[in-house]
């Protein structure tokens, strides 16, 4: 069954430390994968996608994802957070003609 | 235009009444989707069309839930006789003929039902 796990449902890092995101999927063919982040009432915003190619993928707001196959992994980081990241990050991975998403992370950055 | 709207941004209703909403796609767009969010984590896909045709309807629960994308007008999410459970926020997405994948979401209806 095609699923996306997304393990840490609450992240707490200090403000300019480094951050990681955890999703893990399962899917039969090659994924079609993205991260997407989810401000206090507001809507989905693209952070960044894997469709082939580079494994390594760079994002808007100095996000990037590794995609690891063997791992089944595609996790979402960042080198130095800031106070503004501080949202709901969801992983997705186009299913059958339609998103198939994670349940979330919701992140917090303290000061 | 340029970004998908929806309308309206809350929406309260009384248990058992009706509710609709609304979406107006990316223009270009001939994908629309809907997905329901609740609790402010899980995704539920509900419902896709392809322009006017429904694509996808294995998510929507048939006995309460209607969806319509006619031409020339903003496709619409109906909930019959609404339940506490319907509580949720609503987002619609959009995406191109050839890249279905590349979906641009709205910024969601919470609809409340009391």
């Known amino acids: 069954a095609q699923s996306v796990t997304q393990p840490d449902i609450h992240i707490t890092v200090s403000e300019g430390a480094s951050l990681e995101l955890r999703c893990n999927y399962s899917?039969?063919?090659?994924?079609?994968l993205f991260w997407y982040v989810q401000s206090p009432g507001q809507g989905l915003q693209l952070l960044l996608k894997y469709f082939s190619g580079d494994t390594l993928v760079q994002g808007i707001k100095g996000f990037e994802a590794e995609f690891k196959r063997s791992q089944s992994s595609f996790n979402l980081r960042k080198p130095s957070v800031h106070w503004s990241d501080a949202a709901e990050y969801f992983c997705a991975v186009w299913g059958t003609y339609k998103y198939i998403f994670g349940t979330g992370t919701r992140l917090k950055v303290l000061a | 235009g340029e970004e998908v709207a929806q309308t309206p941004k809350h929406l309260v209703r009384g248990e058992g009444q009706k509710a609709k909403l609304y979406c107006a796609p990316i223009?270009?767009?001939?994908?629309v989707f809907w997905y329901q969010q609740v609790l402010k984590n899980e995704f539920k896909f509900l419902i896709s069309f392809q322009n006017e045709n429904v694509f996808d309807e294995t998510g929507m629960p048939k006995e309460r839930f209607s969806a319509k994308c006619l031409p020339n007008s903003p496709c619409s999410l109906e909930i019959q006789a609404t339940k506490l459970e319907d509580s949720a926020v609503y987002f619609c997405?959009?995406?191109?003929?050839?890249?279905?994948?590349?979906?641009?979401f709205g910024p969601g209806t919470r609809l409340t039902v009391t």
């Open positions: 899917y039969g063919a090659t994924p079609y």
């Open positions: 223009k270009g767009h001939s994908y």
């Open positions: 997405a959009s995406s191109q003929y050839d890249r279905g994948y590349e979906q641009y």
